[in-house]
């Protein structure tokens, strides 16, 4: 599948499932079955976060329920400013819920600061966040993120929900592009 697109396997499948199951145990130690605010709430960021939101709530071994959020920078000249635009919104009220957001991949950390100022309006009994994968410069952020996956230099991937141009997005692994893809 994509013959000569990918440049190299940054985190393979079997990696990915591993770190997966260990941030579930980590997270399920947090929030325990049986809490009085319910069942923890995963906020999925679409459309990159599919697969491992998918994964990560097989692997938990704690109830959860799922939502999604579909948002978008406005435009790279602009998205400095962190000015994000609602795609698809929450379908129900967070109030009172414990919630977990579940990132894909977290770069400047613009996207996340401003979805956690906004969900944190709604007032939730918690909020924190998972992300499979940071880059150098999310570190610099005021965000406090609780789960990384894998601290990754700072290169464009694809696969596992990530895309360029909407494909490698069915990736199985992480990976590298080829220059010749982005037109070089
Ligand atoms: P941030 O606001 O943290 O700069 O942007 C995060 C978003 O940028 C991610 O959700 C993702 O859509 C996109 N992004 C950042 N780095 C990469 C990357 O290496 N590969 C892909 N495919 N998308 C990325
Ligand atoms: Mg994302
Ligand atoms: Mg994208």
Redesign the pocket.
Known sequence: MYEGDIASVLISEDQIRDKTAELAAAIAEKFPEGQPEGDLLLVG?LK?AIFFMTDLARALPIPTQMEFMAVS?YGSST?SSGVVRILKDLDKDIAGRHVLIV??????????SWLMRNLSTRNPASLSVVTLLR?PE?TKIDVDVEWVGFDIPN????GYG???AERYRDLPYIGTLEPHVYGG
Request: net charge negative; charged share 25%.
């Open positions: 960021v990159g920078s998205s990132e894909d991949i977290i770069d400047s950390g613009l996207t996340l880059k999310a290169e464009f991937v694809v990530l895309d360029y």
